[in-house]
């Protein structure tokens, strides 16, 4: 893990609620696809973001938001806002969690993404494009409504590459406009796998989704060891 102050580079939306911030940070840091950091807004107030770039990028992408409107996101956005306005840097700790990718396991891989969890399954998906990974690799991103999948038609192009990598968004109020799968995230990954015991299991999202996820995932097969997610400690 590395303390170290970061330029605000970029602020925008991604959606009315969901925020793209691009970090620099002012001296190098090393961290692994599926890490994340805490942003300090003060000494004793740091929140986690998962990073969506990838290791060895120069900037530093985050994703900061949710479907709700809420001081979480919205006290770290106004942080980083007053910070970038001022030209002055914001302090974080980069390089955290150790739900990072096993990019030496062999075996297929399911990443799940429940809103803004998108953020850690974003840089897990690119690194494994980098990598020219041909393993079979299924993204399953869950939002409640559809103009929430902010990087739909980037993951479709992600999936082109490689006819072993499937993108499948799911809407849980879709509107008569959706043609794709709906319901809950995690309800679509257990009706398209009888098993789950064969898979390395990536999980970002609500910690309401993360409890639902572990239990039901185990019960239809998933070795524990197996489900990575940094939102498990937590609950
Ligand atoms: C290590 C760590 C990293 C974090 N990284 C980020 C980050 O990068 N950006 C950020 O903004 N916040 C982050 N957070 C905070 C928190 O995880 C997010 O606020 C949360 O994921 C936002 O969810 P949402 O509102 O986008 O999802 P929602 O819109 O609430 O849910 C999206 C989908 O998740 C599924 N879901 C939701 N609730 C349930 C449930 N009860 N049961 C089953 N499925 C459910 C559904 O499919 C739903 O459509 C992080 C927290 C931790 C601990």
């Given at each position: 893990m590395t303390i170290t102050s970061c330029t605000v580079d970029l602020i925008e939306a991604l959606t009315p609620t969901v925020n793209r911030i691009l970090l620099t940070p002012q001296q190098p840091v090393s961290y692994a696809s599926g890490q994340y950091l805490q942003l300090c807004l003060s000494d004793s107030d740091k929140r986690p973001f998962s990073i969506a770039s990838m290791p060895g990028d120069k900037q530093i992408e985050l994703h900061i938001g949710g479907a709700v409107a809420d001081q979480y996101a919205s006290q770290a956005i106004a942080h980083l806002m007053q910070q970038y306005q001022l030209k002055q840097p914001v302090k974080a700790e980069v390089g955290l969690g150790n739900a990072h990718f096993r990019a030496d396991s062999t075996k297929p891989v399911i990443l799940l993404a429940g809103g803004t969890g998108f953020s850690y399954i974003y840089s897990i998906a690119q690194s494994i494009a980098a990598a020219a990974l041909d393993r079979p690799v299924f993204v399953y991103?869950?939002?409640?409504?559809?103009?929430?999948?902010?990087?739909?038609?980037?993951?479709?192009?992600?999936?082109?590459?490689?006819?072993?990598?499937?993108?499948?968004?799911?809407?849980?109020?879709?509107?008569?406009?959706?043609?794709?799968?709906?319901?809950?995230?995690?309800?679509?990954?257990?009706?398209?796998?009888?098993?789950?015991?064969?898979?390395?299991?990536?999980?970002?999202?609500?910690?309401?989704?993360?409890?639902?996820v572990r239990d039901a995932f185990i019960e239809q097969g998933a070795h524990r060891e197996q489900l990575f997610g940094d939102a498990f400690a937590y609950i």
């Open positions: 991103w869950g939002v409640r409504e559809q103009n929430a999948l902010y990087h739909a038609s980037v993951m479709q192009q992600w999936a082109a590459q490689n006819a072993k990598y499937r993108f499948i968004p799911v809407v849980q109020h879709p509107d008569d406009n959706w043609h794709g799968r709906s319901g809950m995230v995690h309800q679509a990954v257990l009706d398209d796998f009888v098993s789950l015991e064969a898979y390395d299991i990536y999980v970002a999202g609500p910690f309401a989704m993360a409890g639902v």
